[in-house]
T-cell receptor, first 109, second 114 residues
């Protein structure tokens, strides 16, 4: 079967760095996506990796290792507004998105 | 200027009723989707649709049916509502490959079945 694993919840301190991991087992791979979802709101697209390595976008970076079936989202200089759920999703060989259950990130002052 | 808009935002109804949720996108995207997000916050794909193909998640009961009058609209009809249908339903859209996966979501429609 297809499976995406992420931690259910993480806590970090304002101003610090946090890494949210995602491991996947899917039938084929055509890209990995990270989305942010604030409570009561719609998910919004953050980043996309299709090749191994690190993609940086301001305070957010996403890393991919296809051989290990592993990705992480790195958030630097955490702000209170970064409190949200972070969803990992993988596009399989049929170009269907397989979603993880999301990681709820709690930022403390 | 909302990119993906869905109505209503909140819907409270009785078991057994039939209801619809409407969705419209003004992004010119090729593919539209309906997702269900339950209380555990897990996003489940229900349907994806473009002008070529309707893909139905086989776990979706046939009480749920998508209707697309044109490329910019994908409505969701639900017959004989059940308690377990209570959830937030998100409409989304995306361009065709290579951007499939970069989804723009609507604000969600919270359905409560009593």
């Amino acid at each position: 079967g297809q499976n995406i694993d992420q931690p259910t919840e993480m806590t970090a301190t304002e101003g610090a760095i946090v890494q949210i991991n995602c491991t996947y087992q899917t039938s084929g791979f055509n890209g990995l996506f990270w989305y942010q979802q604030h409570a009561g709101e719609a998910p919004t697209f953050l980043s996309y990796n299709v090749l191994d390595g690190l993609e940086e976008k301001g305070r957010f970076s996403s890393f991919l290792s296809r051989s290990k079936g592993y990705s992480y989202l790195l958030l630097k200089e955490l702000q209170m507004k970064d409190s949200a759920s972070y969803l990992c999703a993988v596009r399989d060989s049929n170009y269907q998105l397989i979603w993880g259950a999301g990681t709820k990130l709690i930022i403390k002052p | 200027d909302t990119a993906v808009s869905q109505t209503p935002k909140y819907l409270v109804t009785q078991m057994g009723n039939d209801k619809s949720i409407k969705c419209e996108q003004n992004l010119g995207h090729d593919t539209m989707y309906w997702y269900k997000q339950d209380s555990k916050k897990f996003l489940k794909i229900m349907f994806s649709y473009n002008n070529k193909e309707l893909i139905i998640n086989e776990t979706v009961p046939n009480r749920f049916s998508p209707k697309s009058p044109d490329k910019a609209h994908l409505n969701l009809h639900i017959n004989s509502l059940e308690l377990g249908d209570s959830a937030v339903y998100f409409c989304a859209s995306s361009q065709d490959a290579p951007d499939l996966g970069v989804l723009t979501f609507g604000a969600g429609s919270r359905l409560t079945v009593l």
